[in-house]
């Protein structure tokens, strides 16, 4: 069974700096990865998806990587805003199924 | 929100009765997944569906049953309804098993 653990669990840094979420995967017999943003109350909206064949995806300030081979794949957001603060969740599909890591909470300070 | 409704939003029920959550989708996807999300386990796959009539299990699919008579509607029924399931369940679809998925706005169901 695919396991998905995402580091750190929470994460607060002042506005204007660059992060890195993590993802981690035991399965890499995967077909794609996907990062989704969740806001509180609210469904999950989909950021980027990486397929198994493809290394990283940009869309705007963000850019994830993925590295099947040592199950890794990493969401940089650049220059970070308050308006990014949310739970960031990244989900591995494998067998039929996607399968979600528990998330990382980040808040963004003025 | 990629055309998909979820109804209702917020329920209550009691202990022992049958629910149902209604997945509406108007894109045409093949895919359909319900997932319950709760504090500290995360979102966690119950049914999902590859077609009229295909379904198959997820990891939590005690207690709950599916159907899927039209690709645009994708039905969870609680067969007796426990504190347990007390949950927010969240509908999602894609195209195919391998592309990229598109989550509703959830339902929040209390049982008590």
């Known amino acids: 069974k695919q396991e998905v653990t995402q580091i750190p669990a929470a994460l607060s840094v002042p506005e204007g700096e660059n992060l890195v979420l993590n993802c981690s995967f035991t399965?890499?017999?995967?077909?794609?990865l996907q990062w989704f943003r969740q806001d509180p109350g609210k469904g999950l909206t989909s950021l980027l998806l990486?397929?198994?064949?493809?290394r990283e995806q940009t869309s705007g300030r963000l850019n994830a990587s993925l590295d099947k081979s040592s199950g890794r794949s990493t969401l940089y957001i650049a220059a970070s805003q308050p308006g990014d603060s949310a739970t960031y969740l990244c989900a591995a599909y494998n067998f039929n199924k996607f399968y979600f890591g528990s998330g990382t909470k980040l808040n963004v300070k003025p | 929100d990629a055309g998909i409704t979820q109804s209702p939003r917020h329920k209550v029920t009691e202990t022992g009765t049958p629910v149902t959550l209604r997945c509406h989708q108007t894109e045409n996807h093949r895919y359909m997944y319900w997932y319950r999300q709760d504090p500290g386990h995360g979102l966690r796959l119950i049914h999902y569906?590859?077609?009229?009539?295909?379904?198959d299990k997820g990891e939590v699919s005690d207690g709950y049953s599916v159907s899927r008579s039209k690709t645009e509607d994708f039905l969870l029924t609680l067969e007796s309804a426990t504190s347990s399931q007390t949950s927010v369940y969240f509908c999602?679809?894609?195209?195919?098993?391998?592309?990229?998925?598109?989550f509703g706005q959830g339902t929040r169901l209390t049982v008590v």
């Open positions: 399965d890499s017999a995967i077909y794609n």
């Open positions: 999602a679809i894609s195209v195919a098993g391998n592309t990229e998925a598109f």
């Open positions: 569906s590859y077609g009229v009539k295909d379904t």
């Open positions: 990486i397929q198994s064949s493809q």
